[in-house]
């Protein structure tokens, strides 16, 4: 029947990501799926200060783990928008800090993964992330 016939069109990723993991995977990924054909959205992107998702050791958003952050989202932005061919979408994962999921799963801590601040004022990634389409649209 139709079911049987149909295919996979989208692949939604959820690059749920810490500041210090390497990003490899997320490259290897977009190209294992264009060669699929499928068109691929990059949904729900925060990036975490904790080093995993079980650290409780980050107790602020200090400006070193926020440049270091910022660094992360332009990057991961400037890969997406590189391979935007195979990456018609990109989405974060909620407008600011206080409405962050990561505050409370798997263990209560600080964190603060989004580009806007508790108070939604933008942190450096937001720059960083607007500096990124900058570059990428010349």
Known sequence: GVCAAARQQLIAQHPHAL???????????IDAYARLGVTQHVTELDIALNHNLM????????????????????????????????????LV???????????????????APLLFDTALRPKPAYHAVLEAARRANG
């Open 93 to 111: 994962w909620g407008i600011g800090d206080s409405y962050t999921w990561l505050t409370s799963w798997p263990v209560k801590r600080f964190e």
């Open 19 to 29: 500041c210090a993991e390497p990003f490899g995977d997320f490259e290897r990924a």
């Open 55 to 90: 650290d409780t050791t980050v107790t602020a958003a200090t400006p070193e783990l926020l440049a270091r952050q910022a660094r992360r989202y332009g990057e991961l932005v400037s890969l997406f928008l590189r391979k935007r061919a195979q990456v018609t979408a990109l």
